[in-house]
């Protein structure tokens, strides 16, 4: 290794910045669908930090990170969008590859995924590292890398290179030894603390600039970064979630959903780790689609990558607006109960955070026979009761049966899914509001008129979910009962059923009922209080009076 490219290795975080002002005027990444981005994917043998560098790529913890030297931690392709100085291009995330892998086992299967997948990518990153130095099975990747991908020109990357100090010559040692697998000189470079960006950011910056400089002369650009179209930004894409507990065939949904193999499927339980994100497209709507680990609870016992996997499962519930909980329609016939306690903790906690739920019974067919109508009613009624039972609150909530691996209810889940979405975004005007307030309180019957509420106005100050306040006279607020009344006349009225309402109160002084300016303070107070809610920062409140 030469002297510069030492220095440029020892100073990397002095020079970040401005190393990465070097970009061609009218290319603009920023400017490009994510789907028309270039794709990066990251190959190696296993534990040489391929998710570590995903993580440092796309600027987030979101791959599952943990030292397995006789385990691997990722078995599925996870994706994300990679920030390096100006360029922006998809980065794939990979299994480790080994040439032990038999036939059926799990390494052929995510081997077999990886290769796929190298089909349809534009760069590739050779991992390996630094400090164990040359491995056989390094060597064996690059064997497999020349027959899988030919058409492929790897970068190679050395990882783990932040221990290595050139004054005993270690550094230079260790990239000449890793320039005997034929792919070059590697980059020295420390995923960990970001050392050796820039080396890796000039190595990517001519390959992915000159494959978007060629699609955009396909079609007649000439590089034009306004010929980019910029994303719809007044439709915002939908999160889903699919969660549940192992084995009940939460990734065959998921690569039923996508109409292709993208995640690893097979009998054995636990078998996802990291939360699968991506991206699809139904109806000219835009789904992010996540595949959970199974969700179990979190025990002492439970440690290292699994522990891990729960966690993150939790964390994609509260990032997505609408939950899929899979269910397993064997084990309702058998158990003769829909839900064990793992599903219903997640059941009530997406109500609780105000997401949409939807239920989908998975694997009917399991059920044919000589009882198949027999059994299917028996699990129609057992799920229904069951979710009317632990979540009271929330009526209306969907259930959609289906068969995931013959590919039966696809198209019923996506529309069922987008409904509750719709539902989940409801915005009502404050007059409409207002005139079903007028009707819905006539038709009450009130026990005691003289304790009846005196409600000013209704109005909706939020949604995702659908929020209201009701302005009430003086000191007298709405009961428990009264809020139940109005939330199902609410769900009745303006088919808001299966999704979670919240309705809050405001006492209005009698000084401010005669319609003063004042009256409009206390819903601008609300608006804004609701607004600063950190986990539904993004969406907009708003209020009329």
């Given at each position: ?80 969008v ?124 001519p ?28 439709k ?111 059941a ?31 699990v ?12 009271p ?13 013959e ?77 139940r ?8 009225d ?12 405001r ?24 607004k ?14």
């Amino acid at each position: 290794m030469s002297n510069s490219n030492i220095f440029l290795f020892r100073w990397t975080r002095r020079t970040f910045s401005r190393g990465f002002c070097t970009k061609k005027k009218n290319l603009d990444f920023t400017k490009v669908e994510i789907s028309r981005l270039p794709t990066v994917i990251i190959l190696g043998r296993p534990n040489v930090g391929k998710s570590a560098l995903f993580n440092r790529l796309i600027r987030r913890r979101e791959a599952l990170v943990y030292n397995t030297p006789d385990d691997h931690v990722t078995r599925d392709i996870r994706e994300g969008v990679a920030k390096l100085g100006h360029l922006r291009f998809r980065v794939l995330d990979s299994a480790g590859l080994e040439a032990e892998a038999t036939s059926g086992s799990i390494l052929h299967r995510t081997a077999s995924f990886t290769a796929n997948v190298l089909s349809t990518s534009h760069s590739l990153l050779f991992l390996t590292d630094a400090r164990a130095g040359l491995h056989p099975l390094d060597q064996e990747v690059g064997k497999w890398l020349r027959k899988n991908a030919p058409q492929l020109k790897p970068i190679l990357v050395m990882n783990k290179s932040e221990s290595l100090f050139d004054v005993d010559g270690s550094l230079a040692s260790s990239a000449n030894e890793m320039s005997r697998l034929g792919f070059g000189d590697p980059i020295a470079i420390s995923a960990e603390t970001g050392l050796g960006m820039h080396d890796l950011f000039l190595s990517l910056q001519p390959v992915l600039e000159d494959y978007m400089l060629n699609e955009s002369a396909k079609e007649n650009t000439c590089g034009d970064e306004s010929s980019f179209p910029e994303a719809d930004e007044s439709k915002l894409p939908l999160q889903l979630a699919i969660v549940g507990r192992p084995n009940v065939g939460k990734s065959t949904l998921l690569n039923t959903l996508l109409q292709e193999d993208r995640v690893l499927v097979g009998p054995e339980a636990g078998l996802t780790r990291d939360a699968i994100r991506t991206q699809f497209e139904f109806q000219g709507r835009t789904i992010y689609l996540v595949d959970t680990a199974g969700w179990l609870q979190r025990t002492k016992l439970e440690k290292g990558a699994s522990s891990l996997s729960i966690m993150q499962s939790r964390k994609s519930l509260l990032r997505a607006h609408i939950i899929a909980l899979v269910l397993d329609a064997g084990e309702i016939v058998s158990a003769k109960r829909s839900m064990k306690h793992a599903e219903v903790v997640i059941a009530r906690r997406a109500v609780e955070e105000g997401r949409g739920l939807v239920v989908i019974v998975n694997k009917m067919d399991l059920l044919r026979g000589k009882n198949k109508s027999a059994s299917y009613e028996q699990v129609l009624e057992a799920v229904q009761q069951e979710i009317q039972t632990i979540i009271p609150q929330v009526t209306g909530i969907p259930v959609v049966f289906i068969s995931a691996l013959e590919g039966r209810g696809r198209t019923t889940v996506l529309h069922q899914v987008i409904d509750t979405y719709e539902k989940w975004c409801t915005r009502l005007s404050t007059a409409r509001l207002n005139r079903w307030l007028q009707k819905v309180m006539s038709r009450h019957s009130w026990k005691d008129q003289a304790a009846q509420p005196k409600i000013k106005y209704f109005t909706q100050v939020k949604a995702r979910p659908p929020t209201f306040v009701a302005f009430v006279h003086g000191k007298t607020k709405l009961s428990d009962t009264d809020t139940r009344f109005l939330t199902k006349s609410l769900k009745d009225d303006f088919d808001l059923g299966g999704i979670p309402i919240r309705i809050m109160q405001r006492s209005i002084a009698k000084k401010d009922v005669g319609g003063s300016s004042k009256s409009s303070h206390p819903i601008g107070r609300v608006a804004l209080r609701i607004k600063s809610d950190k986990r539904d920062k993004g969406d907009l409140v708003e209020s009329k009076a």
